[in-house]
């Protein structure tokens, strides 16, 4: 596709519920990366994702947050048992070469809010 | 762990004026410091970055300068327009595993550029 989509652009769930979030990353691009982003706040780490290496996934909070990706396509992050504080913004990125010194495409994000 | 200071949180300015934001970092990668652009409903852009041989870096009317020995870096907008208001977040690598890196962000700048 032309960017990185996310799915749900919106997704209200209830405290306790499963919740899955989808990235489609731009075609071909090799690093996935997930972010948080909370009302007013920075953008936090939370997963990596580059070809075939193991992800690095020491920005996940708890382990209610898992992710997946297969091959160098779709992303999903799950969240369990979701709690108040895991309401913000989850943003998803790619590039098309791994590492901090190539520039992150962007998707919209998805905003979770737990009730 | 590796953080990255920003300043100030939000900021306003009239049309024609300077903004100019900071950011300053503790340990990094490699020497490559980005700065994202970041319009509500939005997810983040990369808007200019700066390389390690250069101690200055001009695009349009973005500017970063960059003081390697103080470990700070900063974005000025030259002539700044109402369209420039958005929040801005900076960014420095930060390793990840291996040989990879990730980018650790700045908690933001929300610039409000008024007529």
């Known amino acids: 596709g032309a960017g990185v989509s996310q799915s749900p652009s919106n997704k209200v769930t209830e405290k306790g519920k499963d919740v899955e979030l989808r990235c489609d990353p731009i075609?071909?691009?090799?690093?996935l990366y997930w972010y948080r982003q909370r009302l007013g706040q920075g953008l936090e780490f939370l997963i990596y994702?580059?070809?075939?290496?193991?992800?690095?996934k020491s920005g996940l909070p708890s382990d209610r947050f898992s992710a997946e990706r297969t091959g160098e396509s779709v992303s999903t992050l799950t969240i369990q048992r979701t709690q108040q504080e895991d309401s913000a913004v989850y943003l998803c990125?790619?590039?098309?070469?791994?590492?901090?010194?190539?520039?992150?495409?962007f998707g919209s994000g998805t905003r979770l809010t737990v009730v | 762990q590796q953080q990255v200071k920003q300043s100030p949180q939000s900021l306003i300015v009239q049309k024609g004026g300077i903004p100019i934001i900071n950011c300053a970092y503790e340990?990094?990668?490699?020497?490559?410091f980005p700065w994202y652009q970041q319009f509500p409903g939005k997810g983040p852009a990369l808007l200019i970055a700066?390389?390690?041989?250069?101690s200055e870096k001009k695009e349009g009317r973005f500017t970063i300068s960059f003081n390697k020995s103080a470990k700070q870096f900063s974005l000025h907008i030259m002539d700044s327009q109402p369209g420039d208001s958005a929040t801005y977040f900076c960014?420095?690598?930060?390793?990840?595993?291996?040989?990879?890196?990730?980018?650790?962000f700045g908690t933001g700048t929300r610039l409000q550029v008024t007529l």
């Open positions: 990125a790619s590039s098309d070469v791994g590492g901090a010194n190539y520039g992150y495409t």
């Open positions: 075609s071909g691009h090799t690093a």
């Open positions: 994702f580059q070809g075939n290496s193991a992800p690095d």
């Open positions: 340990n990094t990668a490699f020497d490559y």
């Open positions: 700066i390389r390690p041989d250069v």
């Open positions: 960014a420095a690598p930060t390793f990840s595993t291996g040989t990879a890196s990730k980018l650790t």
